[in-house]
Nanobody, 120 residues
């Protein structure tokens, strides 16, 4: 079983920056991708950024140019550098991991979420 623990959330002013970190623990044969999703009150959970184990990054249009995802396959960590934050970035951010077993069956794991609030 895999556990994901996020850190780095908090309150920041518009235009400010935060860096979210996520560390995976437990056993997994391999990692296909890691990333971040977010959910604001009254809205669906949405993709923020993901990165495949091969290094391909995928960003939501709303965060392109402002957020940067990075991951370390060996350490099983993923970070999200968030710059030029806007009030509409306010949400609970969830760490995500897609892993696979020796038979190449995929399994998805989620962190507990960390609150990001952007306001004056």
């Amino acid at each position: 079983q895999v556990q994901l623990v996020e850190s780095g959330g908090g309150l920041v002013q518009p235009g400010g920056s935060l860096r979210l970190s996520c560390a995976a623990s437990g056993s997994i044969f391999g990692i296909s991708a890691m990333g971040w999703f977010r959910q604001a009150p009254g809205k669906q959970r949405e993709l923020v950024a993901t990165m495949s184990s091969g290094g391909s990054a995928n960003y939501a249009n709303s965060v392109k140019g402002r957020f940067t995802i990075s991951m370390d396959n060996a350490k099983r960590t993923v970070d999200l550098q968030m710059n030029s934050l806007k009030p509409e970035d306010t949400a609970v951010y969830y760490c995500y991991l897609r892993g696979f077993n020796s038979g190449y069956s995929n399994f998805d794991f989620w962190g507990q979420g960390t609150q990001v609030t952007v306001t004056l």
